[in-house]
């Protein structure tokens, strides 16, 4: 929700870099020979058919494009999930925050225009962009923006890559959690084809949806693709707001291009538009002082998330867009050369009710504190590759990367207070924010025997950032008006990389065994009243052990993976109060290691007509020896981060507590059936569960201050009958309607998950 951190108990304005970014990207070869499974699309009638492969009961075989190369999932060595576009719609996955209900360790927490996503208890907890993203998203080989402008839907998608761990080689610095690289689906050459959807279910949810692909000559096609979605909020909001908060009108484009004159030359360029209007997000607060600010007595707000009461004006809205292109020549020897390009631009705002209310609270002013932002962001990257010929013993990549992004600030964003006597009524940001990513990467593959292999894979990457920001301020009992003024920079180095053992053990099993490293940029806190200079935070480093086994089993009917990890996780990146200056709010590093650890296991089924998958984890995490004070509560004195003391009022021990967002324990598990009706119609019944253990939102772990986001328990169901070219689906998610709190943001604010929905669909391919 915040771009660069801002608020009034902090006035912290802080800067970091992203690290390089890269994404997958398919070879030439590789596209013309891909797999079934790779070449799906998100087409609800194919959805719901039974296979009609040789081998009906055979699963087909998953892709996964995380080294740059078209592998078998069953045959890599990486901690990954695949969706296809079929699993999508199976699943009812839709945007990138319904993932966690499908995948094992992972956990998406929705805050406004940004989301906080993590992977084993890594990834991002602070809502700013002062700090980094630890699983970055990519668009067919084209990191996106990193934490915002991910509202984006999941349409004629081809496959989403979830991977799970640091991905410091070919990923870069954003990705010491994981990544996840998306597929949209490509023209193709075969014929004029397509489908359309589409959707009413309640809340008034209307959602168009179809694709169409248009071969314009043996060598050139095009493929047309859209979403739009109108919705009415799911909250129920009362107050002297104004606006619609949780309103959705969205809308989505796509056209791509292919050109392929011969069996060398491969031109790929898609353009995407994206238009998503949701009215601003009805938050309430995650707790109440019911005592004074010197004698607080807290108490969380345990009332219906989805009821809310507020007094501001309220809106919310981006729009985004993106143009790749990837352009690949193949050597008659195999060798590649590619290049993926990318644009992005996008805007953003919104304006919220900061305090979550439209009254007051013992002990509290009246509740009219209002935010709003408005951001532009600008993206230019560029990728090369040389990719060896997949033949031989010896197989090697070598690459080069660079990244141009750029956040501007035009004026009007910032936090006002209307209370009266308020320390601070207005804090305002203008300025820019430019960053920029070079990296070079090589991997080198060798088998020592045919089934036992050894890979060694490094990246360097620089990044800069710097801020160019003006701060007006308004403080009236000091009869203040004043400017602060930020022109940093900063820059980081790091070198990360990945040391792989591969064993084919025979046709149907297959072990491995790594050690990967990632980071995640540092960077400065903002300018203060107090004149100190800004303390730099340091990048956050992951080493990550990891060893797995992947097997296929009773004829191919089921596959396995299962896999264990033990993370070394150093300079996690939290903000506490300064120490230094202990009225302002800093982004600090936790000193000591942080220890997680976990086993994580996936199965798929296919026997028949029948379809079964299920994912599990099971995880732990102890934070280093740190103390901090809550920005929260009242505190004196000084807290020193590795010795404390603890006697000190509000110096808090926060040693071996658990990682934020680190589920204990996540299950996912569905099953559906065929049943084959004759005449070319089936019927198929689907129920998916997931359930995703509490976690805490911070590290304070403070339940009096609504820090404990409870346990989710999600059900969702399909029942679908297809007639040839024809599919008629009633369909249902969260059935038991639980009402849960879907993330905290860094205004103290709670935001709600999405409750029971239910309607029909209608799709037909052609």
């Not at 590789?30 to 492969?53: F, G, I, L, Y």
Request: proline share 5%; glycine share 10%; aromatic share 10%.
């Amino acid at each position: 929700m915040l771009f660069l951190r801002l608020s009034v108990s902090s006035l912290a304005l802080c800067s970091t870099a992203a690290f390089a970014q890269v994404g997958p990207a398919e070879s030439p070869s590789a596209t013309q020979a891909k797999p079934a499974a790779a070449q799906s699309t998100q087409n609800p009638v194919d959805a719901a058919q039974p296979s009609t492969d040789a081998s009906p009961d055979a699963n087909d075989d998953i892709v996964v494009t995380a080294e740059r190369r078209s592998t078998s999932l069953q045959r890599t060595g990486v901690a990954a999930s695949v969706l296809t576009g079929e699993d999508l719609v199976q699943k009812s996955v839709n945007t990138v925050e319904q993932l966690q209900f499908a995948t094992p360790s992972l956990t998406v927490n929705t805050s406004g225009q940004s989301n906080s996503f993590n992977i084993r208890g890594i990834g991002k907890s602070e809502i700013t962009t002062s700090v980094g993203v630890g699983v970055i998203t990519y668009r067919d080989g084209v990191a996106t923006f990193p934490g915002y402008f991910q509202t984006e839907p999941y349409y004629d998608i081809s496959s989403v890559e979830v991977l799970r761990g640091p991905q410091g080689t070919f990923a870069g610095g954003n990705a010491t959690g994981g990544a996840v690289f998306i597929t949209e689906t490509n023209p193709s050459f075969d014929k004029i084809g397509g489908f359309a959807t589409a959707q009413y279910g309640n809340y008034n949810d209307v959602k168009l949806q179809g694709a169409v692909n248009v071969p314009l000559s043996d060598t050139l096609a095009i493929r047309l693709a859209t979403n739009h979605e109108w919705r009415d909020t799911f909250s129920k909001v009362s107050g002297p707001y104004t606006g619609n908060p949780g309103d959705l009108r969205a809308h989505s484009g796509r056209a791509s291009l292919l050109w392929q004159p011969d069996s060398h030359l491969r031109v790929l360029v898609k353009g995407d538009y994206n238009n998503i209007e949701y009215g601003g997000f009805p938050a309430s607060p995650s707790y109440s002082n019911l005592g004074t600010a010197a004698a607080p007595r807290y108490v969380p707000n345990r009332s219906d998330p989805l009821v809310v009461s507020l007094n501001a004006p309220l809106a919310g809205r981006d729009e985004f867009a993106r143009v790749s292109g990837n352009i690949s020549y193949t050597f008659d020897s195999g060798l590649t050369i590619r290049s993926i390009t990318g644009w992005q631009q996008g805007t953003t705002s919104e304006k919220i009710d900061a305090d979550g209310t439209s009254r007051g609270n013992p002990g509290v002013s009246v509740g009219n504190d209002t935010f709003e932002d408005h951001a532009n962001e600008y993206i230019w990257s560029q990728e090369v590759n040389i990719i060896s010929p997949d033949r031989g013993r010896f197989n090697w990549l070598v690459g080069g990367y660079w990244q141009y992004d750029s956040y501007t600030f035009p004026p009007g964003n910032g936090y006002v207070l209307l209370t009266p006597n308020s320390l601070v009524t207005s804090l305002r940001i203008v300025g820019t924010n430019p960053r920029t990513a070079l990296a070079g990467f090589a991997q080198v593959g060798y088998k020592l025997t045919d089934n036992l292999e050894v890979t060694l894979g490094g990246r360097y990457s620089r990044t800069t950032t710097r801020n160019n920001i003006l701060v007006p301020l308004t403080i009236p009992v000091l009869n203040l008006n004043t400017t602060l003024v930020q022109n940093d920079f900063t820059a980081n180095k790091r070198f990360n990389g990945k040391a792989a053992i591969n064993w084919t053990i025979d046709q149907n099993n297959f072990f491995y065994a790594f050690v990967a490293t990632g980071s995640k940029a540092g960077g400065l806190n903002g300018s203060n009243l107090f004149g100190v200079a800004p303390r730099a935070f340091d990048p956050e480093d992951v080493t990550d052990y990891e060893i797995g086994v992947k097997s296929t089993l009773l004829g191919g009917r089921l596959r396995t993976q299962i896999g264990g990890y033990y993370n070394r996780y150093k300079n996690f990146q939290v903000t506490i109060v300064d120490p230094t200056i202990p009225s302002f709010n800093s982004i600090f590093n936790v000193p000591e290691v942080t220890k997680l650890y976990g086993v994580e296991a996936s199965a798929q089924g296919k026997f028949g007509n029948l379809q079964l998958d299920a994912n599990t984890s099971v995880s732990n995490s102890e934070l280093g020896t740190f103390y901090a004070f809550d920005p929260r509560t009242p505190h004196t004195g000084a807290c020193n981060a590795v010795t404390g003391p603890a006697t000190t009022t509000g110096c808090i021990d926060l040693g071996g507590r658990r990682q934020p967002y680190a589920p204990r324990f996540t299950l996912s598990v569905g099953a559906q059936y065929a049943f084959d009706l004759g005449s070319d119609a089936t019927l198929t019944p689907r129920v998916d569960f997931a359930h995703i253990a509490q976690v805490w939102g911070t590290l304070f772990q403070r339940s009096d201050l609504g820090d404990n986001l409870g346990e989710r328990n999600i059900l969702n169901a399909q029942l679908t009958f297809v007639k040839g070219q024809v599919s008629v689906s009633g369909y249902g998610t969260n059935l038991t309607d639980q009402h849960y709190v879907g993330s905290l943001t860094s205004l103290r604010l709670r935001l709600p998950g999405a409750p029971r929905q239910y309607g029909i669909r209608v799709s037909t391919k052609f």
